[in-house]
């Protein structure tokens, strides 16, 4: 008897569960219950099914179009390179052909003034470093005047300096337009050298040093002809 009312002593003050505990529990219990209805109601719906695998489909389809169109402006990009680079070494091996006459013309004018340009360069810069020379040559002329006619050599060390200075910056103006210059020829080449090499992919001079560039074209063509292909048939 009294081992009764010590059990039902230490029942009646055992912890109650929490109502929030409760609640808690039952919302997980009834979302449990609600998934699984909706996977045994998807499993019995084929057009739901349906439905669901042509959404990931196109969805995977367009994933792989975008990465197989990456890949194709890479290798455009690199076939447009090695045609340049093609009619590049065109040019620098004096290879020409019938049908390139009117674009080695037009290289050739640029070619000339691009030489004239670096001419030029070349005789600023000897210009320049002769001012330099002279400028410090004057410099060291007069320093051991100074103590004698100090204000007299002073101002003249300073109309040179100036004058000089004058002329150095002057040639660095100049400078600098003929280097823009000689930019723009070089920017002005790049599509005669990509119509050249063009020209020579099609005509295929046999050439030891431009054998390397149609293998490397041909290739990269059988790389975009597959990638073409793999995009067609999505």
Request: proline share 1%.
């Amino acid at each position: 008897m009294k081992t009764f009312l010590l059990s039902e002593f230490a029942i009646q003050n055992q912890p109650s569960v929490p109502k929030e505990g409760m609640r808690f529990w039952v919302f997980w219990l009834l979302l449990s219950v609600i998934l699984l209805l909706v996977f045994f109601i998807f499993l019995r719906e084929k057009r739901l099914r349906q439905k669901l695998n042509l959404f990931f489909s196109r969805a995977k389809r367009g994933f792989i179009k975008s990465r197989l169109q990456a890949r194709l402006k890479k290798e455009n990009l690199k076939k447009a390179e090695l045609i340049r680079e093609l009619g590049e070494e065109t040019r620098k091996q004096g290879i020409s052909v019938e049908e390139s006459k009117d674009i080695d013309a037009e290289l050739k004018t640029l070619e000339d003034n691009m030489n004239t340009s670096q001419e030029e360069m070349k005789e600023m810069d000897s210009q320049i470093e002769m001012f330099n020379n002279q400028l410090e040559e004057t410099s060291k002329k007069h320093e051991d005047q100074i103590k004698e006619k100090e204000a007299e050599i002073e101002h003249y060390k300073k109309e040179q300096t100036r004058k000089f200075q004058k002329e150095i910056k002057d040639l660095g103006k100049s400078k600098q337009k003929v280097q823009k210059k000689i930019e723009e020829i070089v920017q002005q080449k790049e599509p005669l050298f990509e119509s050249l090499g063009k020209i020579i992919d099609e005509v295929r001079v046999k050439h030891n040093k431009l054998a390397i560039f149609y293998s490397q074209i041909d290739r990269t063509n059988g790389n975009i002809q597959e990638i073409e292909a793999n995009i067609q048939n999505l």
